[in-house]
């Protein structure tokens, strides 16, 4: 089976695209806790991460995906605080939807009505019709921009798993329904972690308030094994077995760039005060068994005023790991690596470490994890009346994912102001379980992909 017509420039990059429809993206990234006409490090310094979520009325919550990403994401949402429950389930098989509402049952009491457990491609649309308060999104990734679309058209606060799209339109879709929600005053919570984890804040205020001087340069790093893959079974049609496997396919993941990569990217775009306007890189396949994606990376990302920026990602059995983020300044470095955030002078000597809580057995730890601080911080949000939006900051992260990724597949430069001006959609044009004949399956060529 050949799909060549769809390894060409239009594939990767698209065709200029209608940008009044999103309207003018600034390029400033919205940060949580940002009260009006401060600076970031203010709007950091201001913000409360609380142990636990305020009480007040009772919050109710839908869940869309019902995986183990997005079963996770509703006990998380279930810790947060007093009085919220998970009301509502959708998912495209009802296999998965049974699966979480038997652990939710199981583990934390909740039990979800028949009427409100809903299976198919509109799913989504019939849950948001039960009268939820808070809609988590945690599908596989090309669905999130129809999903937040709808979500905030139906004027629901959310929280969103990360990335939050696969392709440059649903990108720009994300940040398009961004602005609205801001205009409704719904708070909106992205799963990208760092943001929400108590080390990274302090270090990030310390780097803000000039502890290392002006930040010239950094490295985001992602390495570690495979992850997994799930063979099809003869009973499933095309459709439902791309889908099984999604974090194997581009068009429904982002190839792992984007859809694993993207905490580390996010970090550097929050660190370096801004996007990369431009990127050059690599990658290839050397060892996946399913899909049509890469399984290594590296990219040079060069922001507007020079700096440059390197990013490496790599899911392959047996090699070097590290997940990590540094960034060089002019009078030291920020140093992220796991339990181990510090800063440290020109020499290597470390100037400031974050207080970790130590064990018996000596290891560290922070008193409540991302996981939980991402929903304890959305929903006192909603309760404090003190709305937070990150769906724009997080799209600009996962465009920049993407602009790596078609960078590494061409083997070409390629610039954020292409993604703002595109119309990439890899997903088919119509979602049924059966075939799926108008996506690329190929693997992308460098020097070969980026033609016409």
């Given amino acids: 089976m050949s799909n060549k017509p769809n390894l060409s420039r239009r594939n990767f990059l698209g065709k200029a695209a209608a940008v009044g429809a999103v309207g003018a993206i600034s390029p400033a990234l919205i940060t949580s806790c940002a009260p009006k006409g401060k600076s970031k490090i203010v709007e950091y310094l201001n913000c409360t991460l609380l142990d636990k979520a305020p009480d007040g009325p009772e919050l109710k919550a839908g869940l869309i995906g019902c995986g183990g990403r997005g079963t996770g994401a509703a ?57 939820v308060d808070i809609v988590i999104l945690a599908t596989p990734p090309y669905f999130r921009p129809i999903h937040f679309e709808a979500a905030v058209q139906a004027k629901k606060h959310c929280f969103l798993e ?41 270090i990030y205020k310390k780097v ?71 990127a050059l890189g690599f990658g290839s396949r050397q060892r996946r068994v399913t899909g049509d994606q890469y399984d290594n990376f590296s990219i040079d990302y060069v922001f507007e005023d020079g700096r440059h920026m390197h990013s490496m990602c790599r899911q392959i ?23 181990n955030i510090r800063l440290v002078d020109l020499a290597g000597k470390d100037i400031w470490t974050f207080p970790y809580i130590v064990n ?45 990724r078609i ?19 890899l997903g088919p044009k119509t979602f049924v379980l059966g075939p799926v004949n108008d996506v690329s399956k190929e693997l992308p060529i460098p020097g070969e992909a980026f033609v016409g």
């Avoid at 583990?107 to 019939?126: H, L, M, P, R």
């Avoid at 799209?165 to 879709?173: E, L, Q, V």
């Avoid at 102001?417 to 959609?425: F, L």
Wanted: one cysteine or more.
């Fill in 208 to 278: 803000a308030g000039g502890a290392i001087g002006e930040i010239t340069g950094g490295n985001v790093y992602w390495n570690q094994s495979k992850l997994w893959h799930t063979n099809p079974k003869p009973e499933w049609s095309e459709m439902e077995a791309m889908i099984r496997n999604w974090v194997n396919w581009t068009w429904l993941s982002g190839d792992h760039i984007v859809e694993q990569h993207v905490h580390n990217i996010d970090v550097g775009c929050w660190f370096m005060g801004n996007h990369p306007v431009k």
């Fill in 75 to 131: 006990m998380n949402f279930l810790s947060a605080g007093p009085n919220l429950k998970i009301t509502a389930l959708a998912d495209v098989f009802k296999d998965r939807l049974e699966d979480c509402r038997g652990k939710l049952k199981n583990d934390w009491k909740q039990e979800i009505a028949d009427e409100n457990c809903f299976v198919g491609f509109d799913a989504y649309e019939k849950l948001l019709a039960t009268g």
């Fill in 317 to 339: 059995n047996g090699c070097g790991g590290g997940v990590f983020e540094r960034f060089q300044g002019t009078e030291g470095a920020a140093l992220l690596n796991g339990n």
């Fill in 162 to 202: 990360k990335p939050v799209a696969t392709d440059a339109a649903g990108a720009r879709s994300i940040m398009a329904s961004a602005k609205k929600a801001a205009g409704m005053d719904l708070s909106v919570v992205t799963g990208t972690q760092r943001r929400h984890q108590r080390d990274y804040v302090e």
């Fill in 407 to 425: 960078s590494a597949y061409t083997g070409k430069e390629v610039t954020f102001d292409e993604m703002m001006n595109s119309d990439m959609n």
């Fill in 360 to 404: 018996a057995q000596g290891e560290k730890s922070i008193a409540i994890g991302p996981y939980d601080q991402e929903h304890i911080d959305l929903v006192t949000s909603i309760r404090t009346h003190k709305p937070i939006n990150e769906a724009e900051s997080t799209a600009i992260s996962t465009m920049v994912g993407i602009m790596g």
